[in-house]
T-cell receptor, first 109, second 118 residues
Framework: AQRVTQPEKLLSVFKGAPVELKCNYS??????LFWYVQYSRQRLQLLLR??SRESIKGFTADLNKGETSFHLKKPFAQEEDSAMYYC???????????FGKGTRLSVIA | GAVVSQHPSWVICKSGTSVKIECRSL??????MFWYRQFPKQSLMLMAT?????????EQGVEKDKFLINHASLTLSTLTVTSAHPEDSSFYIC??????????????FGAGSRLTVL
């Protein structure tokens, strides 16, 4: 069964501090991992996906199949990063994504 | 980029009435759309997968007679909450996957519809 675990409900960091939002997954096949972000009063939007290997808004995430993790990182947090972050797991085809419970990031000035 | 429109964004209804929520992909075709429910400060719970031209696939525990889904065209899926009760009050979010496949498994989300049943 597919499962996504985000162990932290809330993460508070000071502006300029490094951020790491943890995500672990459980899936027997070849996974596709995503990070979605929801800013206050806005819709969910894609932040990044592992196959793109890109950095968006300073965030990066590396898929570690050995540890079944896809942690989201940013070296220097900014106030505008405060949002709800969801890790999601998918596979090929039209199957739905499975979301973690989300982590609320609060960046303190 | 891909845009998904949801309507209405907020609806209040009396207990026992039915409410229809529309989800439209504005600039792409979507054979498959997904309906999620989000409780306050909680994650998204997948309710059903909406398939154009065929029956929706419901997740375990979701009553298909309660939450009717119709995906009549490649750009429109509707969710009807029938005989709504206060416990159905929630935030309903739809998402769609671009059929062209250029977005891989990427979902585009609507802004959500907040339902309040009195």
């Amino acid at each position: 069964a597919q499962r996504v675990t985000q162990p932290e409900k809330l993460l508070s960091v000071f502006k300029g501090a490094p951020v790491e939002l943890k995500c672990n997954y459980s899936y027997s096949g070849s996974p596709e991992l995503f990070w979605y972000v929801q800013y206050s009063r806005q819709r969910l939007q894609l932040l990044l996906r592992h196959i793109s290997r890109e950095s968006i808004k300073g965030f990066t995430a590396d898929l570690n199949k050995g540890e079944t993790s896809f942690h989201l990182k940013k070296p220097f947090a900014q106030e505008e990063d405060s949002a709800m972050y969801y890790c999601a797991l998918g596979n090929s085809g039209n199957t739905p994504l499975v979301f973690g419970k989300g982590t609320r990031l609060s960046v303190i000035a | 980029g891909a845009v998904v429109s949801q309507h209405p964004s907020w609806v209040i209804c009396k207990s026992g009435t039915s409410v229809k929520i529309e989800c439209r992909s504005l600039d792409f075709q979507a054979t498959t759309m997904f309906w999620y429910r989000q409780f306050p400060k909680q994650s998204l719970m997948l309710m059903a997968t909406s398939n154009e031209g065929s029956k929706a696939t419901y997740e375990q525990g979701v009553e298909k007679d309660k939450f009717l889904i119709n995906h009549a065209s490649l750009t429109l899926s509707t969710l009807t909450v029938t005989s709504a009760h206060p416990e159905d009050s929630s935030f309903y979010i739809c998402s769609a996957r671009d059929d062209t496949g250029s977005g891989a498994n990427v979902l585009t989300f609507g802004a959500g519809s907040r339902l309040t049943v009195l």
